[in-house]
């Protein structure tokens, strides 16, 4: 199965900040890597897939980039809705579909 | 607009079962793939079953197999999760999730929390 690491585990941040998240694969994963926001009680919401492209409806202050083993996500001037869990996931080699253990940002 | 809502969850007591479902509206259901998806307390998201657009092709992680089943009724546009033999570790919030191959789990349902406790 393929394991995703990602760090930090958890960042402190301000409004208006530019944070960023990464996220490695234990193996090659080409570009098939997408990234999530989840708010406590609240449904999870697909923000980039294939690494860099961005969902319909989100936000342009967030980006992906990577392929292969690095993968990043950076969020540009963190907005106060922007503070939840952020989550990598791999499209490659299914099943089983993984995720990474999730990114809490938090304000500072 | 896309909507999948879960219902079913509840307290169930270990080795009982529980039937999670799914409904879903605003888009072609038959033409999906669908997965549930769990989250226990204070853990990370975990991918738990598959079922293709037909429902010819399924798949569950190994923590759920032979223990959970998933099936689909397109003509109703439900998705189902049949729990069966629950054990403490079962204990999470499922999600429900539209699934296609190029952007993942795109649209998402806000959950259903399945406690097993004695």
Redesign the interface.
């Known amino acids: 199965d393929i394991q995703l690491t990602q760090s930090p585990s958890s960042l402190s941040a301000s409004v208006g900040d530019r944070v960023t998240i990464t996220c490695r694969a234990s193996q090659r994963i080409s570009r098939h890597l997408?990234w999530?926001q989840?708010k406590l009680?609240?449904?999870?919401?697909?923000l980039i897939?294939?690494a860099s492209n961005l969902?319909s409806g989100v936000a342009s202050r967030f980006s992906g980039s990577g392929s292969g083993t690095d993968f990043t996500l950076t969020i540009t001037n963190l907005q106060p809705e922007d503070f939840a869990t952020y989550?990598c996931?791999q499209?490659y080699n299914?099943?089983?579909?993984?995720?990474?253990?999730?990114t809490k940002v938090e304000i500072k | 607009e896309v909507q999948l809502v879960e219902s079913g969850g509840g307290l169930a007591q270990p080795g009982g079962s529980l039937r999670l479902s799914c409904a879903a509206s605003g888009f072609t259901f038959s033409s999906y793939e669908m997965t549930w998806i769990r989250q226990a307390p204070g853990k990370g998201l975990e991918w738990v079953s598959y079922i293709s657009a037909s429902g010819t092709t399924i798949f569950h992680a190994d923590s759920v197999k032979g223990r959970f089943t998933i099936s689909r009724d397109n003509a109703r546009n439900s998705l189902f999760l049949q729990m069966n033999s629950l054990r403490a570790e079962d204990t999470a919030t499922y999600y429900c999730a539209r699934y296609h191959v190029l952007t993942g789990f795109d649209s998402w349902g806000r959950g259903t929390l399945v406690a097993v406790s004695s």
């Open positions: 997408n999530y989840h009680g609240r449904a999870p919401k697909l897939y294939e969902q989550y996931q499209n299914t099943p089983p579909w993984t995720f990474g253990q999730g």
